[in-house]
């Protein structure tokens, strides 16, 4: 199953109050179309404004999502970036999409061999670098650390998993949404378009707490004590 | 054992049992960069205990130059093959010999080498950091001229600390986890405890 850009933007119209139809066999019909302007009642709500609100939100989600290091949802934005060397510059894209990077990195894998690398402190993966062949000489360490844009570690080449996004360009099929969000999607648009009519005031009030209270359930997947003890995706060290 | 191995073992018996937040898993560098205080102190250990002394010994052939002098840290060892491992103290608990078959007598002080000395001995000291130093035997030495070296090369079978973990022999494996153990954990005590 699939969440339609137009069934979403029905569903606001029909919120706002904005689908036309002096009947309920003529509104049916208009609800039931592809969103027009000859489907809406307008000039405050029209499909196209209903449609950018939807981006809008979506943005916001995936954002939530990429930037939450436990959401099991951050595989559908999925992507790795180049082979980074030691101190390289974290890219701003992914290499298999080239869509921008966003939210926080996931896992830091050998580029070799897939494995893991452990979050360290910067101090910890300098001084195992800078004595590689004296002190540590014989030692094998998986570390890195994320310094003002740029990777630290003790392999040769490392993937950093990333999330991708970019404003969608086409409006005409699937939203890269998973379906539980069909919901709080709704209440997002609604509550960014209710601002424009002040007799709206409650839509607006009901539908944003419903939309923040989405926001708030994806980022609690980082929480550790309820998803798990997986190590937090690092933002800086 | 590798040295990832004994930084592990080190790592976990430090970590067992000890309340969150551990401390321990982070500190793998700490660990790894305190090897060498514990190889070593193990290794002197090692070497005065007559009963394991010669788990820590090994045979160097050591060249002697024209007046009798060879190099120790350049000689290398039978098992490890590496070269500077040669504890000087271990070697006046092996054994020196000559090429003749001539077991050389350790003498402490320059000064002795250079004094009469009973000639039924070859002797040895060691001078210049690594230098070893030969006097034949049935030599009399009334001073610096009259000293003739032995005949190279000399056999030594000295006791080492080992440079790498993968030497250290399996029956003390043990007792080096628990050296780094020691050592580590000694940095973590308070001073006035």
Redesign the interface.
């Known amino acids: 199953m699939a969440i339609t850009y137009s069934k979403v933007i029905q569903e606001c119209l029909n919120i706002l109050g904005a689908v036309a139809g002096g009947t309920a066999v003529a509104a049916d019909t208009n609800y039931t179309s592809t969103p027009s302007t000859g489907t809406v009642v307008g000039p405050d709500f029209l499909s196209i404004q209903v449609q950018d609100a939807i981006v809008g939100c979506q943005g916001e989600i995936v954002e939530a999502i990429a930037s939450t290091p436990l959401h099991p949802g951050r595989a559908r934005y999925g992507d790795v970036t180049s082979a980074l060397a030691n101190r390289a510059a974290i890219p701003r894209t992914g290499s298999g999409t080239a869509k921008l990077i966003i939210g926080v990195p996931g896992a830091v894998r050998d580029s070799s061999n897939s494995e893991t690398l452990e979050r360290?402190?910067l101090e910890?993966v300098r001084?195992?670098n800078r004595f590689s062949g004296t002190?540590?000489s014989?030692?094998?360490?998986y570390w890195y650390a994320i310094n003002a844009g740029r990777i630290e570690h003790t392999r040769t080449n490392v993937l950093i998993d990333v999330c991708v996004f970019e404003r969608p360009i086409a409006f005409n099929g699937n939203i890269d949404l998973d379906d539980e969000y069909e919901g709080g999607l709704v209440q997002g648009a609604v509550a960014k378009l209710a601002l424009k009519e002040s007799m709206f005031g409650d839509l607006f009030t009901g539908a944003n707490s419903q939309w923040q209270a989405l926001l708030a359930r994806i980022r609690n997947y980082g929480n550790p004590d309820i998803f798990g003890e997986a190590q937090a995706a690092p933002s800086a060290t | 054992m590798?040295?990832?191995e004994l930084?592990e073992r080190a790592k976990r018996q430090l970590n067992a049992g000890q309340p969150e937040p551990r401390v321990w898993p982070?500190a793998?560098?700490d660990i790894?960069?305190a090897i060498?205080v514990a190889s070593n102190k193990l290794a002197d250990e090692v070497m005065y205990d007559p009963y394991e002394r010669a788990l820590l010994q090994q045979t160097y052939s050591i060249t002697l130059d024209g007046s009798g002098q060879g190099d120790l840290l350049s000689a290398t060892g039978s098992i490890t093959g590496l070269t500077g491992e040669i504890l000087q103290d271990g070697i006046r608990s092996g054994n020196v010999l000559d090429f003749d078959g001539n077991q050389l007598q350790p003498l402490l002080h320059y000064a002795d080498f250079l004094k009469p000395q009973p000639t039924v001995y070859a002797y040895y000291t060691i001078k210049d950091r690594d230098k070893i130093l030969t006097r034949r035997i049935g030599q009399q030495v009334n001073g610096v001229a009259d000293i003739q070296g032995v005949n190279g090369p000399l056999t030594i079978v000295a006791s080492y600390a080992p440079d790498?973990?993968?030497s250290w022999p399996s029956e003390l494996e043990d007792r080096l986890v628990q050296a780094l153990v020691d050592t580590v954990a000694q940095k973590i005590t308070p001073a006035n405890a």
């Open positions: 360290m402190p910890n001084g195992f002190i540590y014989g030692s094998t360490r | 590798t040295k990832d930084v982070d793998e560098i790894d960069a060498m790498n973990v993968s």
